[in-house]
């Protein structure tokens, strides 16, 4: 299927690895010109390297940069010469119990993943209303729908975007010019992220083998997804199809929520 979003501008945060980079991989595909981000310098011009070589047909444009930095935020809109589609992406805040965590973490955690997408769509999406087309995919978490004990700082901040989001998305000045909003909710997918929170999980066992197999069993689909079909769902929301999706929480979990909505 054509995307029909060929020669588009897409930014594309934390893209450097795990699912930002399975998005940007998958726009690439599809023609999509990339302004890509990332803390680490080295991580993010080694991936824009593997693109360029993969599509040379694309520009691939790097800023590296904490997102959450407002210096960063303006390099990053700077960059792209224009603004189809925003992926906002960003590393969850580290597990733990909610008793060991001040305000100052709190105040960390909603920045970066509620305060910061939010600033880069108030700075795209009436461009984009403009322009008549817009796509913005915000990363979430599936803890947003399915709660995990030792992420509450994740649940909290990212649960406040898809209220947020919840509501802008419906706005007939967006809606009604081809903008779209929507949240796709990871699950278990193989990405350093999960290794991180398993890690953490298995402190209580002391066996970390057994506490990843325990959560691979879990999943209906007896897998973890990976960065690369994540990535072809963000495309299609990205595409000229997805007109008519907005506003939507799309949980890609293999199964794992047991609920029926």
Same mark, same amino acid.
């Given at each position: 299927m054509?995307?029909?979003?060929?020669?588009?501008?897409?930014?594309?945060? @934390?893209a450097s690895q795990g699912l930002g980079k399975g998005c940007a991989e998958a726009l690439a595909g599809e023609g999509v010109n990339l302004v890509i981000n990332a803390r680490t310098v080295a991580t993010l011009e +080694?991936?824009? @390297? !593997?693109? $360029? =070589?993969?599509?040379?047909?694309? !520009?691939?444009?790097?800023?590296?940069?904490? /997102?959450? !930095?407002?210096?960063? $935020?303006?390099?990053?809109?700077?960059?792209c010469p224009q603004v189809d589609i925003l992926v906002n992406n960003a590393g969850?805040?580290?597990?733990g119990d909610f008793r060991d965590w001040d305000r100052d973490d709190w105040l960390k955690a909603l920045d970066a993943n509620m305060l910061t997408p939010i600033e880069l769509i108030k700075a795209v999406v009436d461009k984009?209303? !403009?322009?008549?087309?817009?796509? /913005? /995919?915000?990363?979430?978490s599936g803890a947003v729908k399915a709660p995990i004990d030792i992420l509450g700082l994740s649940n909290g901040a990212r649960s406040g975007l898809t209220g947020f989001i919840a =509501?802008?998305?419906?706005?007939?000045?967006?809606?009604?010019?081809? /903008?779209?909003?929507?949240?796709?909710?990871?699950?278990?997918?193989?990405?350093?992220?999960?290794?991180?929170?398993?890690?953490?999980?298995?402190?209580?066992?002391?066996?970390?083998q057994a506490t990843t197999e325990a959560r691979r069993k879990a999943i209906p689909a007896?897998?973890?997804g990976s960065p690369e079909e994540f990535g072809a769902?963000?495309?299609?929301?990205?595409? @000229?199809? =997805?007109?008519?999706?907005?506003? +939507?929480n799309l949980l890609i979990d293999g199964g794992a929520y047991p609920g029926t909505f």
């Amino acid at each position: 299927m054509d995307l029909g979003i060929k020669g588009r501008w897409a930014i594309v945060c @934390a893209a450097s690895q795990g699912l930002g980079k399975g998005c940007a991989e998958a726009l690439a595909g599809e023609g999509v010109n990339l302004v890509i981000n990332a803390r680490t310098v080295a991580t993010l011009e +080694q991936t824009a @390297a !593997e693109l $360029r =070589g993969r599509f040379p047909e694309i !520009e691939v444009v790097t800023v590296a940069g904490d /997102v959450a !930095e407002p210096a960063t $935020r303006q390099a990053l809109l700077t960059a792209c010469p224009q603004v189809d589609i925003l992926v906002n992406n960003a590393g969850g805040p580290p597990p733990g119990d909610f008793r060991d965590w001040d305000r100052d973490d709190w105040l960390k955690a909603l920045d970066a993943n509620m305060l910061t997408p939010i600033e880069l769509i108030k700075a795209v999406v009436d461009k984009m209303a !403009e322009r008549g087309f817009g796509r /913005v /995919v915000n990363i979430t978490s599936g803890a947003v729908k399915a709660p995990i004990d030792i992420l509450g700082l994740s649940n909290g901040a990212r649960s406040g975007l898809t209220g947020f989001i919840a =509501g802008i998305a419906r706005q007939q000045r967006l809606a009604g010019r081809n /903008v779209t909003l929507n949240n796709l909710l990871p699950g278990a997918f193989d990405t350093a992220r999960l290794h991180k929170t398993l890690q953490a999980a298995s402190k209580v066992s002391g066996d970390l083998q057994a506490t990843t197999e325990a959560r691979r069993k879990a999943i209906p689909a007896a897998r973890f997804g990976s960065p690369e079909e994540f990535g072809a769902y963000c495309a299609f929301l990205c595409s @000229a199809h =997805g007109g008519y999706i907005t506003g +939507q929480n799309l949980l890609i979990d293999g199964g794992a929520y047991p609920g029926t909505f």
